[in-house]
């Protein structure tokens, strides 16, 4: 296993386009979160599933936003009609069930033009 | 919901010298757990350390270790004998037992001169 592995590394969208992001957890980690991190900051929660669940949205996941973790595996995480401010990195982690640490994925880096 | 503050933005430090990287955090539960990640350049977030509330004993893995003072509510992290490749951007995050999501700090820009 290679660890939590995301795609696309980069994207470059235009202002209103939608795009996807994929999100391969470590296998048998049942929890997976979604964070953001702009420039300069630390992470910011957006949201995390225990297997196919989405226990906890943050406020930061706008109506624009949507995740989802089919059959508890990888995960999607869609941003419709993309605003400038959406340009960021967008981190996905993954723990197993009783295990306190997270395991991060290099990030897809997010820029909207 | 908890809050964790690195009001330090940079440091420097010489090759082989100790440098300490300061964080406050403030929760209402009594079950959490701190951590600190470290993200080099262009690189995925790794684990640096982590220490369980409950545990009175400062972590300690190889050349890094805690400071933790949980009535103050702070949690430093020393790295002694520093290398060229702990440059990189520090961040110290806190995650409650109810709760798991983790909330960070802003991060410390950590260069090591050679």
């Known amino acids: 296993d290679t660890g939590v592995s995301q795609n696309p590394r980069h994207k470059i969208t235009k202002r209103g386009q939608n795009v996807t992001f994929r999100c391969d957890p470590i296998?048998?980690?049942?929890?997976l979160y979604w964070y953001r991190q702009t420039l300069g900051q630390g992470p910011e929660f957006l949201t995390y599933?225990?297997?196919?669940?989405?226990?906890?949205k943050s406020r930061l996941l706008s109506d624009r936003f949507s995740a989802e973790r089919p059959k508890g595996s990888f995960s999607t995480l869609e941003i419709q009609r993309t605003e400038q401010g959406d340009s960021a990195m967008y981190l996905c982690?993954?723990?197993?069930?009783?295990?306190?640490?997270?395991?991060f994925g290099q990030g897809t880096r997010l820029t909207v033009v | 919901a908890q809050t964790v503050t690195q009001s330090q933005p940079e440091m420097s430090v010489q090759e082989a010298e100790t440098v300490t990287l300061s964080c406050t955090y403030d929760?209402?539960?009594?079950?959490?757990?701190l951590f600190w990640y470290k993200q080099p350049p262009s690189r995925q977030m790794i684990l640096v350390i982590r220490?369980?509330?409950?545990?009175?004993q400062n972590a300690t893995e190889n050349r890094f270790s805690v400071n933790f003072q949980k009535a103050a509510k702070s949690f430093s992290l020393k790295i002694s004998d520093s290398q060229l490749g702990d440059t990189a951007m520090y961040f110290c995050?806190?995650?409650?037992?109810?709760?798991?999501?983790?909330?960070f700090g802003k991060g410390i820009t950590l260069s090591v001169r050679p």
């Open positions: 929760t209402s539960e009594n079950n959490y757990y």
């Open positions: 982690a993954s723990s197993p069930q009783r295990n306190t640490e997270a395991f």
């Open positions: 599933f225990q297997n196919e669940a989405q226990l906890e």
């Open positions: 995050a806190c995650r409650t037992g109810a709760n798991s999501k983790l909330t």
């Open positions: 220490q369980e509330a409950y545990k009175q």
């Open positions: 296998s048998e980690h049942n929890r």
